[in-house]
C-alpha cells in the first residue's frame, strides 16, 4: 500500500515529468508523450513512469529515446523539484499500454 507521501511525491513528479516531455516533444512535432502514472518506491530511492505516446507506431522506438536520455531528463526533474526533495529519484521508463488493451477489448466485444 502506497502512503501519502509517497502518492503526494508521485503525483508532483507526475506532473513535472509531463511538463518536461511537453517541452522536449513540442519541437518534434506530431509526437504526444503523456505520463499516465508514477509509481515511487518507499524509500523514495526509484521512480517508475509509465508513458503513454502517440502515435503508437512510434512508442517502440521513442521510449528507447528517453531511456537513453534518462539522465538528462532526471536532472532537469531534480533541478524542478530540489526544493521539496533533497535527492531525485532514479527514473525508470515503462511503455503504457493499457489504452490499447482497452481498445482491443473494445473490438473483441463488438464481435
Do not use: H, W
Not at 502514472?37 to 517502440?60: C, G, H, M, N, W
Not at 532526471?74 to 530540489?82: D, F, G, I, M, S
Request: glycine fraction near 2%.
Amino acid at each position: 500500500m502506497e502512503g501519502k507521501r509517497q502518492a503526494k511525491i508521485a503525483r508532483m513528479l507526475q506532473k513535472e515529468l509531463s511538463e518536461i516531455f511537453r517541452r522536449q516533444t513540442a519541437a518534434m512535432g506530431g509526437v504526444l508523450v503523456s505520463v499516465s502514472a508514477v509509481r515511487v518506491t518507499p524509500d523514495l530511492s526509484i521512480a517508475k513512469a509509465y508513458l503513454s505516446i502517440f502515435p503508437p507506431e512510434k512508442s517502440q522506438e521513442i521510449l528507447m529515446n528517453i531511456q537513453r536520455q534518462a539522465k538528462t531528463v532526471r536532472y532537469e526533474l531534480a533541478q524542478a523539484v530540489k526544493q521539496v526533495l533533497r535527492k531525485c529519484p532514479e527514473l525508470q521508463f515503462y511503455l503504457d499500454d493499457s489504452l490499447d488493451y482497452i481498445d482491443n477489448i473494445d473490438r473483441l466485444l463488438e464481435k
